[in-house]
């Protein structure tokens, strides 16, 4: 009699590979293997770093329930064959450094981490973190000359987050229950959309007054930087790192979500050659659809207003990185 042969269900478990060990990249790496998504490469420049962490958390497998890996390295060799990769890399704003320094700094890391990502994984979907965050993830596409679909920036998840949470405390309602959707770049200009939020479909315009529509909107806006300012050192990470595996679990899932994200802007909006945070569909190839809502004159007079403060960096991060070489 012929033995059975025992062949495991699936030839590859799907492979993410984070780039920085930071406080985002860290939290991210926790919750994607805590949910059996994929096994984690965790990559730093720092030595011992993501070594670490990998082992810290290797060690809490048995006590999490998950059978996923990960990895810490400092060799991108490692990275090879990813699904998807993910870039955190970067340097936080420092004392007497100004934006434009900070600028500088993050497009040179992101640049040098996207040409050696690429290198070992050509077909894998880029998502970007790093800050300034429409402008890093311009600069990834251009630099690995990636159909757009396969480079997406995340902020768009995370400050709508920011607003659902607020609009749920101010109601006392279940989070669950509240939708809404922030657009524009990832700044002070970031678009929240009143219009379009929610709780059980009664749009919270029927539930609040103006002004408080108006205080949870600028809250929102100011979501990150107050963050900071309670945490003293670094900014936060708990959020942008559920924002974050929230987008890599609907295209490892291919769950076409709809959200708001930082995508390449082809005549969308009337706006071209930018990455601006619109709503889009995210599956199993990235980016799936791009959606055009309607916007008032007024709120597409904000959208560009957002993307013009993007563009400026952009212009300003590439003619850094020209001048660099
Ligand atoms: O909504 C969003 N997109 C954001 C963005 C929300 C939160 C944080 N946001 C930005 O993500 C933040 O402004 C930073 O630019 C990144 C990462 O934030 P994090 O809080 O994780 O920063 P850390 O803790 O300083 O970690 C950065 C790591 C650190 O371990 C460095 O050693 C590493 O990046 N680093 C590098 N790794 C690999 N290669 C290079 N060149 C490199 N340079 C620094």
Redesign the pocket.
Known sequence: MNKPVYAPLCSKFPKVSI???????RTVAQRVIERNLADVYL????EG?PQGIALDLMSARGLESHNRKIIGTNDYTDTAGSDIILI?????RKPGMSRDDLLKI?SK?VT??AQKCLEYSPDAIYVV???P?DVMTYLVWKTTNLPPQKVI???GV??SARLQTFIAMELGVSITDVQGMVLGG?GDLMLPLPRYCTVSGIPITQLMDEDTIDRLVQRTRDG?AEIVQLLKT????YA?AS?ACYMIEAMLLNQSRLLPAAVYLQGEYGLNDIYLGVPCRLGCGGVEEILEINLTDEEKEALHRSARSVRDNINLALSLVNNEQ
């Open positions: 780039i920085g060990a930071g406080n985002v990249g990559l730093d420049i720092l770093l955190t890399a970067g340097l936080p993050n890391i040098e981490v973190i790093t800050n965050l920036g995340m902020a995370l400050d990832h990150g670094g900014s936060a990470y942008p924002s």
